[in-house]
């Protein structure tokens, strides 16, 4: 059996970067720009490397069919426990697979979803192509595919915010850093992974910044989160604001 690599990071997700106000924020302005594009439920959707639910969740709680597929069981466990709480018609709309996201098409018996997310994934692979091409199979003709990635583009920005000006010089030519969790994470870009799309017959529809004010400043845990939402939302998705953005989502539509 293979070694969990997320075993040891599971609390730090669930019980940290999740539950602290940035983490609430980058939820909640994920939703919203998913809500613009999703079909009505009881429409399927697909949560590659979905962990413990916290995207695809709140759409079980609106009628969609949600299945997270995760490679840890530590994740996994944590969803199955949030999960757990919800009452029957929630949870009855909830399937939980254990496996790695290049294999998606072939653990949810090539299923075609009316969406296909993957969040915060493809930054902790050295190459994002195998799943990108199987979050593409897993999408129905007219699905949406739904990606979030590291922006390659600003990696300065943290380092130079902490005073850290060596680290920042170089991570202008960089495309790798060490994330705030201590894990090695990889930039991409909105236009290298639309060509990937591309390649599978996706075809960018949106992309959106996330993470911009919320993550260069120190935000306490008492603020409205409610009112950095709305900030984050206005910043996500016009230019300059959006190219700045620590991560973007980018949305296509399978032909």
């Given at each position: 059996m293979a070694e969990d690599a997320w075993a040891e990071l599971a609390d730090a997700f669930v019980d940290g970067a999740y539950a602290t106000v940035k983490g609430r924020v980058r939820t909640h302005v994920l939703h919203r720009q998913l809500l613009g594009h999703l079909p009505p439920p009881p429409a399927a959707v697909l949560d590659v490397g979905g962990g413990a639910g916290h995207q695809s969740l709140p759409l079980a709680r609106l009628g969609y069919d949600v299945t997270?597929?995760?490679?840890?069981?530590?994740?996994?466990?944590?969803?199955?426990?949030?999960?757990?709480?919800?009452?029957?018609e929630v949870r009855g709309r909830v399937r939980l697979v254990e496996g790695p996201g290049e294999r998606a098409d072939e653990l949810t018996a090539g299923s075609g979803f009316a969406a296909v997310l993957c969040h915060g994934?493809?930054?902790?692979l050295d190459d994002p192509r195998p799943t990108v091409d199987a979050l593409c199979r897993c999408a129905a003709p007219g699905g949406m595919v739904s990606v979030t990635a590291l922006n390659a583009r600003?990696?300065?920005?943290?380092?130079?915010?902490?005073?850290?000006?060596?680290?920042?010089?170089?991570?202008?030519?960089?495309?790798?850093?060490?994330?705030?969790?201590g894990a090695p994470t990889r930039g991409d870009t909105v236009d290298g992974l639309s060509e990937l799309l591309r390649a599978n017959g996706v075809r960018q529809e949106a992309w959106c910044g996330v993470w911009l004010f919320v993550d260069w400043a120190q935000i306490p845990d008492d603020a409205d989160a409610q009112a950095v939402a709305e900030v984050e939302l206005r910043a996500a998705a016009q230019?300059?604001?959006?190219?700045?953005?620590?991560?973007?989502?980018?949305?296509?539509?399978?032909?």
């Open positions: 997270i597929l995760d490679p840890s069981p530590a994740m996994l466990a944590r969803a199955a426990t949030r999960v757990a709480a919800e009452p029957d994934v493809l930054m902790y600003t990696l300065a920005v943290r380092p130079a915010l902490e005073g850290r000006w060596d680290d920042a010089l170089a991570a202008f030519d960089a495309t790798t850093e060490i994330g705030v969790l230019d300059p604001y959006r190219t700045l953005s620590r991560v973007f989502h980018l949305v296509g539509r399978r032909g």
